[in-house]
Antibody
Framework: EVHLVESGGGLVQPGGSLRLSCAAS????????MHWVRQAPGKGLVWVSR????????SYADSVKGRFTISRDNAKNTLSLQMNSLRAEDTAVYFC???????????WGQGTLVTVSS | QSALTQPRSVSGSPGQSVTISCTGT?????????VSWHQQHPGKAPKLMIY???KRPSGVPDRFSGSKSGNTASLTISGLQAEDEADYYC??????????FGGGTKLTVL
């Protein structure tokens, strides 16, 4: 059975940093593109970033470009999102999702909540 | 990277059919056959229902179907069931190595 389990969320002050992780199991992690998608409280899904199976191709939404960095460790079946210079508008549940280059969400994690507030 | 446009809500009675639209531009929905649809029940993780405009992942009932015409994609759910009540989001490749979601549609089964 496929499992994606996010961790690392919490409360952080504006301007601070946080690193999210996503532990994958039940599928060949190294064969799939991975995505981060976020959802602000009571709002819709917003695509954040993606990384290819080898980890050498990444892309970002304009709203996080230059502040967030996606990475993966295929040996540990782990996806990460380093978030710097956090803003109040980054407050959201962050989901990791497996998929293809243009298709997030073959499988989704349950999400981890990030709250940016002083 | 403007969000795709979806109706805020749609409704239908059990057994009926409903269609949810997703309107973008020639730079996203209209430019690529890479539209996916995701179902989300309250407090739950989303679930992929349709990808590449018309394809259904294994395990998704054939009551769910997707289509596209020009800059508008559509998700049709036939034979509505109570468990179909959820939020539905479209997603499209938007060029420039980015993706964009729609604002979401709340489906109510009357």
């Amino acid at each position: 059975e496929v499992h994606l389990v996010e961790s690392g969320g919490g409360l952080v002050q504006p301007g601070g940093s946080l690193r999210l992780s996503c532990a994958a199991s039940g599928f060949t992690f190294s064969s799939y593109w991975m995505h981060w998608v976020r959802q602000a409280p009571g709002k819709g899904l917003v695509w954040v970033s993606r990384i290819n199976s080898d980890g050498d191709t990444t892309s970002y939404a304009d709203s996080v470009k230059g502040r967030f960095t996606i990475s993966r460790d295929n040996a540990k079946n782990t996806l990460s999102l380093q978030m710097n210079s956090l803003r109040a508008e980054d407050t959201a549940v962050y989901f990791c999702a497996s998929g293809g280059a243009v298709r997030p969400g073959d499988y989704w994690g349950q999400g981890t909540l990030v709250t940016v507030s002083s | 990277q403007s969000a795709l446009t979806q109706p805020r809500s749609v409704s239908g009675s059990p057994g009926q059919s409903v269609t949810i639209s997703c309107t973008g531009t020639s730079s996203d929905v209209g430019g690529y056959n890479y539209v996916s649809w995701h179902q989300q029940h309250p407090g739950k993780a989303p679930k992929l229902m349709i990808y590449d405009v018309t394809k259904r992942p294994s395990g998704v009932p054939d009551r769910f179907s997707g289509s596209k015409s020009g800059n508008t994609a559509s998700l049709t759910i036939s034979g509505l069931q109570a468990e179909d009540e959820a939020d539905y989001y479209c997603c499209s490749y938007a060029g420039g190595y980015t993706l964009v979601f729609g604002g979401g549609t709340k489906l109510t089964v009357l």
